[in-house]
């Protein structure tokens, strides 16, 4: 495939959001991506509520429990979502799964339930 790859597979007719699928579960089992948007103009934001904290938290208990790694957990940080008034945020793909959190130990249950055991967070999904 080349250099070209990307362009290639979006020329073939896979949708941008495919072809990240398919990278996700290629290189890692789940990959998190928690919004820390810091907004200084007032509106909502994800890191009015603590978010890159918490993302570091989950990212040492992913690795405390031996997850981080290829084929294992990956957490991210990212920007705005454009789902800020639920924030904070994270989804987990390759799911598709988003949530809000409110604290370490709702992040803890995301880990232990959906990360390590497959299973969706019904209480916390938005
Ligand atoms: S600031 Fe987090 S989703 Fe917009």
Redesign the pocket.
């Known amino acids: 495939m080349g250099r070209r790859w990307l362009p290639s597979l979006l020329a073939g007719g896979l949708a941008f959001q495919h072809v990240l699928l398919y990278l996700c579960a290629m290189f890692y089992r789940h990959h998190v991506f928690f ?1 820390t ?1 810091q ?1 200084e103009d007032g509106r ?4 009015d509520h603590g ?1 890159a904290d918490m993302r570091a938290h989950a990212k040492d208990r992913v690795k405390a429990l031996g997850l981080a790694r290829p084929g294992g957990v990956r957490i991210n940080s990212a920007g ?5 008034a ?4 994270l989804v987990v793909y390759p799911e598709g799964v988003w949530y809000s959190y409110r604290d370490r130990s709702d992040v803890d249950e995301i880990v232990e339930r959906h990360l390590m055991e497959g299973e969706v967070v019904e209480r916390l999904k938005i």
């Open positions: 919004c948007n907004r909502p934001c994800c890191q978010a705005c979502m454009n789902r800020c639920e924030g904070p945020v």
